[in-house]
């Protein structure tokens, strides 16, 4: 395990949270000192995890295009919202990591949209821009969480490399449960090619068969577009569980 140093809380601060389907909820969120990469990452605490039981974290990357401006060339969004309410139903953190595009930033990430739109998948497009596929590094978020007090967690996440990343950095990850599929007419080579680059969880045959009739407004997607929410109690599929 690296030798890394500690962060410290900064400051907490009570903000209520509104979405646009209406569901809300309240959420305290923590800034730091002393984060390695200096960047301004913020943890929203929600819900209250029952004695005994193990906190429920996601580590979410921030995405202006997806989750401000709801953009139906990723998924970010619908993740982004399930996991704030699946979060405050289970008690946990919600790290909003400042690593737009996968650590490249939003710039190069319109870029990569615009190689992408030439025939090139996410990861191919980053790469034709000398940059790397994945850039994010998960070392302040271990500190964060180490100044929450957490060193035991459920990860909320399709990605196998940031269990593993935590894991390299002392977080003890007791399991990691997938998030839901949210597909559009818009996402879904991107969805199938993080399957096939990086592995993440997500069911590779239905992304193949599910092709959603695009909208009536081109580049919005409609609301049939979106698959729901998962049930938020106790989903246990496309899970990954530590030895013993």
Known sequence: MPDTPAATQRARVR??????DGYSVDAELVTFH????????????????EPGTTPLV???SECLTGDVFGSARCDCGPQLREAVERIAVRGGVLLYLRQEGRGIGLYNKLDAYALQDQGLDTYEANAALGLPEDGRDY???AQMLRALGIDRLDLLSNNPDKAEQLRALGIDVQERVSTGVFTTAHNVRYLRAKVLQTQHTLPLAELTDRLPEPSGLPGLPGLADLTKLPDLTGRTDLTERTAG
């Not at 903000?15 to 646009?20: A, E, I, N, S």
């Not at 002393?34 to 995890?49: F, K, R, S």
């Open 58 to 60: 996601r580590l979410h």
């Open 139 to 141: 070392t302040a978020a």
């Open 15 to 20: 903000v209520p949270l509104r979405f646009q």
């Open 34 to 49: 002393g984060l390695t990469d200096g960047q301004e990452h913020v943890a929203a605490v929600l819900g209250t995890p």
